[in-house]
């Protein structure tokens, strides 16, 4: 059943339909977003926050190709140096599959947790959904580090282009750890279709207003 799923999701004409619609949602929401990327701008221009209005990290595409994904800047500059530089925060990083409390990361900014709470950090995805390196909807895009997690899953994991809203963030986001994560994120490469990405898009919709996960 799994495989059938499979199949009928992943097909050529839910991929074409899938880009085209990713294409015109992401030009729209950019041009929507223009004030905000202005008003961003400014804020990042003055005081202890100063620095770069974006925060770009590299994580792994479909078929391993890797990318820089954009996210307006929640933490202050040089956060990554600063986390492996100190090894009881970075050991605590990787227990927590890979994140750390708003209340216990020192790296995070007063106007980032508001950022992050309200998930307007995640707006500037929609470039890199313009650019094809991801889609509205598919499972979040992860760290090189975090590949191990999927075992001999990870091609498959692998086999499909990350998305700005997928199934585990739908279910439960920062909630769900691994190794419970790669079980959400594998069955959504089994059951792609039209239907389930509505309601994955449905289910993060509520929890973005809800704030449920986001830290």
């Not at 990713?22 to 620095?51: C, E, Q």
């Amino acid at each position: 059943m799994a495989r059938e799923a499979k199949k009928v999701g992943q097909g050529n004409v839910y991929l074409f339909i899938k880009r085209l619609i990713d294409i015109v949602i992401s030009i729209v929401a950019l041009i929507l977003m223009v004030p905000i990327f202005i008003i961003m701008f400014i804020v990042y221009r003055f005081g202890t926050n100063k620095g770069p209005l974006f925060y770009k990290q590299e994580r792994v595409g479909k078929c391993g190709k890797k990318f820089k994904i954009y996210k307006f800047r929640s933490m202050v500059v040089g956060a990554d140096a600063k986390l492996k530089a100190n090894k009881k925060l970075y050991d605590l990083y990787l227990k927590n599959s890979y994140k750390l409390p708003s209340e216990l990361d020192p790296r995070i900014t007063k106007l980032g947790r508001f950022l992050r709470k309200s998930s307007i950090d995640e707006l500037p995805q929609f470039i890199n959904i313009f650019k094809g390196e991801m889609t509205l909807i598919g499972p979040r895009p992860i760290i090189e580090e975090e590949l191990k997690e999927y075992g001999e899953d990870v091609d498959k994991f692998l086999s499909v282009t990350p998305g700005a809203m997928g199934y585990w963030q739908a279910s439960g986001r920062s909630n769900i750890e691994y190794p419970e994560r790669c079980q959400y994120e594998l069955y959504y490469v089994d059951h792609a279709s039209f239907l389930f990405d509505l309601k994955i898009l449905f289910k993060n919709i509520v929890s973005i207003f809800r704030g449920e996960g986001a830290y």
